[in-house]
């Protein structure tokens, strides 16, 4: 298993509205510095607020980025369609623009080496109602003629396990599951259920959070790391992708680095 994380989560967000934001006038930046750290593992990220100015989306910058990722020793496996959650177009009129903004970054991103897209279906992407499921399955089926042969959409769910297994079974193998380790203890998952659909998982966020609440520093919060840990040794061999909180004094790139210390303590 790879240890990687989100990126734009090294640097001071450019937008303080989010948590997490592609770091339009810093990416190249925050790359050399992952690099510095060996911190070999990024999950591109992408918002709509500054979609022409980055390479998963703007065509010309490919290649750039391409180079710079090269150049600094580190791969881009997967994506977080963060544009997604802010208009998700089973919720919203004007749909086949945010369809269509979807097949580009995924045409893109494979170009780039990305095979792992994922898609979250929380907070303000949260499927309400079976209308909002069925339109979601019958698009995403569509959407799924375009990717190659490695690449896989996957999807991040507030479902309840089995659910979730149920959700996924409507798929074919072009697609499968994100588990995020911070949703779920914020929702106060059994895990031991959670386990009737990890054959699907293809990608890990590993974050902590409180029963209901915010994100803080893996182990202080509900997250049964120990349990975690303990299966995914003999049951998962993909990427563990760091979504952990933010440092509440700037210090972002020291508490990647604490939080990477304790996930390689438990593997």
């Known amino acids: 298993m790879k240890i990687g994380f989100i990126q734009g989560r090294l640097l001071k967000s450019e937008n303080k509205k989010f948590i997490q934001y592609f770091p339009s006038k810093n990416w ?8 510095k750290n060996k911190l ?10 500054n979609l022409k100015k980055n390479p998963v989306y703007n065509k010309k910058l490919i290649n750039k980025a391409k180079k710079i990722l090269k150049k600094n020793n580190i791969k881009a496996e997967s ?6 959650m802010q208009k998700p177009f089973f919720k ?20 780039l080496g990305i095979r792992y897209f ?5 907070d303000n992407s949260s499927i309400k109602n079976i209308n909002q499921e069925n339109l979601l399955i019958k698009e995403m089926l569509k959407i799924s003629s375009i990717l190659n042969s490695r690449s896989k959409i996957l999807f991040e769910l507030d479902f309840r396990p089995r659910k979730v297994l ?21 929702l106060n998952y059994n895990f031991k259920i959670e386990k009737l659909y990890f054959k699907y998982v293809k990608n890990i966020h590993i974050k902590d959070r409180l029963i209901r609440g915010h994100s803080v520093r893996l182990g202080v919060g509900n997250w049964k790391y120990k349990e975690f840990f303990k299966y995914i040794k003999k ?25 990477r210390s304790f996930v390689r303590k438990y593997l």
């Open 92 to 111: 919203i009129k004007n749909s086949y623009f945010y369809l269509n903004i979807l097949r580009k970054v995924i045409m893109n991103a494979q170009l």
């Open 28 to 35: 190249i930046k925050e790359i050399i510095l992952a690099n």
């Open 166 to 186: 149920n959700f996924i079974k409507k798929f074919n193998n072009k697609f499968g599951i994100n588990y995020d380790t911070g949703n779920s203890a914020a």
């Open 118 to 122: 994922v898609i979250p279906l929380v």
């Open 235 to 259: 049951n998962y061999h993909g990427n563990l992708i760091l979504q952990t909180a933010r440092s509440q004094k700037d210090y972002d790139m020291e508490e990647i680095l604490i939080n």
């Open 79 to 84: 994506l977080t369609c963060d544009f997604f």
């Open 40 to 49: 070999n593992l990024i999950e591109w990220t992408a918002n709509l607020e």
